[in-house]
Nanobody, 124 residues
Framework: QVQLVDSGGGLVQAGESLRLSCVAS????????VGWFRQAPGNQREFVAA????????DYSDSVKGRFTVYRDNFKNTVYLQMNRLKPEDTAVYYC?????????????????WGQGTQVTVSS
């Protein structure tokens, strides 16, 4: 099994950037598809972005496409979410999500492992 630690959140102004990190330990991280989800107060957790084990498969929600980029460094056991041109509606707790299965499992949020979350707040 794998343990996930999310970090990199913070308070920024609209238009600025943040980079989130998801660091894994305990297993061979390159065998895991990894995704990012977010949850704003009063809302359900929603999919943001995901990347496959071999990095060739990537997917984004329509709300972040063109602004966010997901990538991974398997030597560092880390997946990143680069968030540019942030908007107030991006404010949420962001969670890393991983599974040994196919990318589709992570896209649906049905995988096994979750990070503890990191708060992103974007002021207008």
């Amino acid at each position: 099994q794998v343990q996930l630690v999310d970090s990199g959140g913070g308070l920024v102004q609209a238009g600025e950037s943040l980079r989130l990190s998801c660091v894994a330990s305990g297993d061979t991280f390159r065998d895991y598809a990894v995704g990012w989800f977010r949850q704003a107060p009063g809302n359900q957790r929603e999919f943001v972005a995901a990347i496959s084990q071999n990095m060739f498969g990537r997917d984004y929600s329509d709300s972040v496409k063109g602004r966010f980029t997901v990538y991974r460094d398997n030597f560092k056991n880390t997946v990143y979410l680069q968030m540019n041109r942030l908007k107030p509606e991006d404010t949420a707790v962001y969670y890393c999500h991983a599974d040994r299965g196919p990318l589709s499992t992570v896209l649906s949020g049905a995988g096994t492992y979750w990070g503890q979350g990191t708060q992103v707040t974007v002021s207008s």
